[in-house]
């Protein structure tokens, strides 16, 4: 008996691969941002496997964290590449997630039976920037103290628990070793767990509904011609992979990423200092609004627009009804450009005007 014959008879394995035969993919003009999903996951399969490799030498106390940072990047074999591989992998994927979620937003990808798969698909987004906060810290040097100090105090805008979540992120009242750890439980345990349910969840209802098509092409769905999921699009994905790892190679060894000075709590708030670009949208916006606006202070009220938009954006897909119905709601594509171009603009803003 073949070994073959033997494990498929013992696992219903064939069954998946008739699955995935039968499986196909509409061709239309916009199917080029169906590859943007398998991007995403390209890049943070890149992030599990480089990380795994950085944790064999990382150490997480405020005492050795620069220290073991310093010695993977000039000590060990192409350790500086692997950081380097790390740090611009992880900034391409939240640049990849905004892209993946603009697409499915302006071609209602989101609309009737898929409106899980876009709450599934936001959390993973909200999770991913989590990743980027807390992995931010890890490297214990002046630019990611400062950033973090500023990014914690923000959730003590928050109303009557603020101050709760406060010592609950830095493990105390101010950024210390123990925000360090903390971070780093976050960052390898918790996310991590959290990430693969819903990853998982994720990928199975997108492989159960498929693909959605615009909804100008709803009614010719049957017409359109039809791309073989396996070989041909995984192929297209896979050749994609290709060149976005040739990419990721490119950025890692002609810009590898600088480690930078040593975290010194005593000494005064470097000028110029920002969060990663992720987040400068939101901390130019803090800027931007009055101190106080009639009786509510502005930084709160900043919070609180911020924590309605992103409700908001959860719910779209029980909010456009429209679309659930077929007829394309401009309303929401109004709202989703002013949206982007606030993004773009803001965050230009956050790095062209001086802190």
């Not at 010194?264 to 916006?285: A, K, L, M, R, S």
Request: hydrophobic fraction near 55%; charge should be positive.
């Amino acid at each position: 008996m073949k070994l073959s014959d033997w494990f498929f008879d013992r696992y219903a394995v064939q069954s998946w691969i008739d699955f995935f035969r039968k499986k196909y993919v509409p061709v239309h003009k916009h199917s080029i941002w169906y590859y943007t999903g398998g991007f995403c996951l390209f890049l943070f399969m890149v992030q599990v496997v480089t990380g795994i490799l950085l944790l064999l030498y990382y150490r997480p106390t405020a005492e050795a964290a620069f220290e073991s940072v310093q010695f993977i990047m000039t000590k060990v074999r192409f350790g500086w590449l692997i950081r380097s591989i790390h740090s611009w992998s992880a900034n391409l994927l939240i640049g990849a997630l905004f892209i993946h979620m603009f697409a499915k937003f302006f071609l209602k990808s989101y609309r009737k039976p898929r409106e899980l798969t876009w709450v599934s698909g936001m959390l993973l987004f909200l999770i991913f920037l989590g990743f980027g906060f807390s992995g931010y810290l890890l490297p214990w040097n002046e630019l990611a103290y400062t950033a973090t100090k500023v990014g914690t105090e923000m959730t003590n805008l928050v109303p009557f628990v603020g101050k709760y979540l406060l010592v609950f992120l830095r493990g105390g009242e101010q950024v210390s070793g123990a925000t360090l750890t903390r971070f780093f439980g976050f960052h390898v345990a918790v996310l991590p767990i959290i990430v693969t349910v819903i990853l998982a969840f994720h990928l199975l209802v997108i492989q159960i509904q498929g693909m959605s098509v615009p909804i100008k092409l709803e009614e010719h769905k049957s017409k359109l011609k039809q791309l073989p999921f396996f070989p041909d699009f995984m192929l297209h994905d896979m050749l994609g992979w290709l060149v976005a790892f040739g990419v990721l190679a490119a950025l890692a060894a002609l810009f590898p990423w600088e480690l930078g000075t040593k975290a010194d709590p005593f000494i005064p708030t470097p000028i110029g200092i920002h969060p990663e670009w992720y987040f400068v949208f939101t901390y130019q916006t803090l800027k931007l609004v009055p101190s106080r606006i009639f009786f509510i202070e502005g930084e709160v009220l900043v919070v609180f627009g911020l924590a309605v938009g992103i409700i908001f954006w959860l719910l779209v897909p029980f909010l456009d009804r429209k679309s659930n119905q077929g007829i394309p709601a401009k309303f929401f594509t109004i709202v989703g450009i002013i949206i982007v171009i606030y993004i773009i603009v803001t965050t230009i803003m956050g790095y062209v005007i001086p802190a």
